[in-house]
């Protein structure tokens, strides 16, 4: 193997919903090698998502094991690979063993709503005892939901990991067992992966960023700790949480396999990182990643805006230790490539996610059918836990078709309502929008986005963004090529393949007629099930 050429690239390891990746770049932003595989979900109960935190590490072990054989496949020593970056799903909640350092459950996915009860609790808690923001001194009723979402940027909602924390403390007695002897590690998903990759219970490397911290409602948005009002709120135990860590700095190294001793260098949540990977680095510069769900983040730079309308206060990174954060305000849709999915899979309309393109553009318009994605609720900017999926406006006339279409401009009208909210908060309207993810490869879902929004869509040709954005942190926290995340002009010969832009051609009574019959699709959505306080 010793004719095998030296080169400097960073690994990025890609954990999504329902497919890790890793992938290994150039100075360029390159992709040198690559491996992707899919793992198994597990959907046992209606509105339930879990996944299994043992096949999930395997993933990423078969992943980061294969990319390094086409590494050298393609003539490149594996020590070329000089840090990793890893980047994740967010939200979604690990529980396992101090001890063992083994899974007590499934892992619960961002997007399971079972949790509906426990957050009717919070909201009664909150609405009746309320917060206690000081010692013996109680915010509630309107006045607590605001100093909760002061704190965290949060509302309380089945999305966000405490709540999915709260609820397998309270459902599992291995758990609850657990959290009560202090044996009790929680984590979202790049901790567990970390923890593993690091060596297990041997280290016990226990860390978390800022920027999935941030996704928890148990951190403090200006401090970037744990808050002791909200820990104590929620009635968590501050000893089974991670440390917070920031996105950019060597975290440890890889305890085992064909990368052994490469250090961990970034760490952001996904979205977070597509942010980052696109280079939306500056206050105003904004991105929407199409995946599973769909993700707008709009870059406020130093200042944390709270959103009056709907939207998360984030978040975006922090370049080092001792470096200022850089916030976000977020726009999230639970629903976006999986309604495609969910077309293919359970509803067999169609036999591949690309076929949806083709069906939806043998039709000029719905015929009257609106399609509300919410099979787990409504996130942003409704925030209704009780939505259900709703597809109304059929009769005889209505096809396969015309549900294919009013699928994909469901997504459409989700991403025009997060613009609608983002134009209120920031006081600017949005010229462009600079879209990635998988759902973006068909030319179709973006002519439906440009004409649904009336604004230009912007679609880079390299759309790794997710991956590139944690490679970047990753790269930046040894310097490697000279980038640095702080100065955006040394990532200047970064991703600088071009791009394609879809504009609007819809006319402007037609978009404003279908928005307003969207707005009432959506009214008839909500508030179909309601959470208990059990």
């Known amino acids: ?68 054989k086409a590494l050298e496949a393609a003539g490149w020593a594996k020590e070329s690979v000089k840090v990793i970056g890893i980047t994740n799903q967010r939200e979604s909640a690990v529980a396992w063993s101090r001890k063992t350092g083994k899974p007590l459950c499934r892992l619960i ?16 808690k909150l609405q009746t005892v309320g917060i206690e923001v000081a010692p013996g001194q109680f915010k509630k009723g309107d006045e607590g ?71 928890t409602l148990l951190m403090n948005l200006k401090t970037l700790k744990w808050d002791p009002v909200l820990t104590k709120f929620f009635e968590i135990k501050d000893a089974v949480l991670p440390k917070i860590v920031s996105s950019s700095e060597i975290y440890g190294e890889l305890a085992y396999g064909p990368l052994k001793g490469v250090k961990i260098g970034g760490i952001a949540g996904d979205q977070q990182a597509a942010l980052v990977g696109n280079k939306c680095l500056k206050q105003g510069e904004a991105k929407c990643t199409y995946g599973t769900g769909a993700f707008l983040l709009f870059c406020t730079g130093e200042d944390i805006v709270q959103s009056a309308h709907g939207l998360l206060s984030t978040v975006a990174y922090q370049d080092g230790s001792d470096s200022k954060p850089v ?91 997060i613009l609608e909210s983002m134009k209120l908060d920031s006081k600017k309207d949005l010229k462009h929008l600079m879209v990635d993810g998988g759902m973006t490869n068909g030319d179709k879902v973006m002519k439906v986005l440009a004409d649904i ?68 699709a959506i009214e008839r959505s909500k508030g179909w099930e309601e959470g208990v306080d059990e």
Request: aromatic share 10%; glycine share 8%.
């Open 1 to 68: 193997m010793s004719n095998l050429k030296q080169g400097e690239f960073v690994g990025s390891l890609d954990c999504g919903t329902t497919s890790t990746r890793f992938l290994i770049f150039d100075k360029y932003a390159n992709i040198v090698a690559q491996h992707q595989i899919e793992y198994p979900q597990y959907y046992p109960e209606p509105s339930w998502h879990e996944q299994d935190p043992d096949e999930l590490m395997e993933s990423c072990d078969v992943c980061i094991t294969e990319a390094s």
């Open 109 to 124: 996915v961002w997007d399971d709503s079972r949790t509906k009860n426990t957050v009717a609790h919070f909201e009664h």
């Open 145 to 215: 939901v605001k100093a909760l979402r002061e704190l965290s940027g949060l509302p309380i909602s089945t999305y966000f990991s405490a709540i999915k924390l709260r609820w397998m403390i309270d459902h599992y007695d291995n758990v609850r067992k657990a959290h009560e002897e202090d044996d009790l590690l929680f984590g979202t998903v790049e901790s567990w992966i970390v923890y593993r990759l690091t060596g297990g219970a041997k280290t016990n490397l226990h860390i978390t960023d800022v920027t999935n911290a941030s996704r």
């Open 327 to 417: 916030y976000a305000l977020e726009g999230s849709i639970a629903v976006a490539g999986s309604a495609i999915k969910w077309l293919r899979d359970s509803m067999k309309m169609v036999s591949s996610a690309a076929e949806v393109n083709d069906l939806a553009d043998s039709v000029p318009d719905t015929g009257g059918v609106y399609f509300v994605t919410a099979f787990s609720g409504l996130l942003a900017p409704y925030w209704d836990p009780g939505a259900a999926g709703l597809l109304i406006g059929l009769s005889s006339y209505t096809t396969p078709a015309h549900i294919a279409l009013a699928t994909l401009e469901a997504n459409a009208f989700q991403t025009r309502a």
């Open 453 to 520: 929004g009336g604004f230009t869509v912007i679609r880079p040709e390299m759309r790794e963004s997710t991956a590139l954005g944690s490679a970047l942190l990753a790269g930046s926290a040894i310097r490697l090529h000279g980038w640095d995340i702080s100065k955006p002009e040394t990532l200047a010969e970064v991703n600088t393949a071009g791009s394609m832009n879809f504009t609007p051609s819809m006319p402007e009574p037609e978009r404003e007629k279908r928005w307003q019959g969207w707005k009432r």
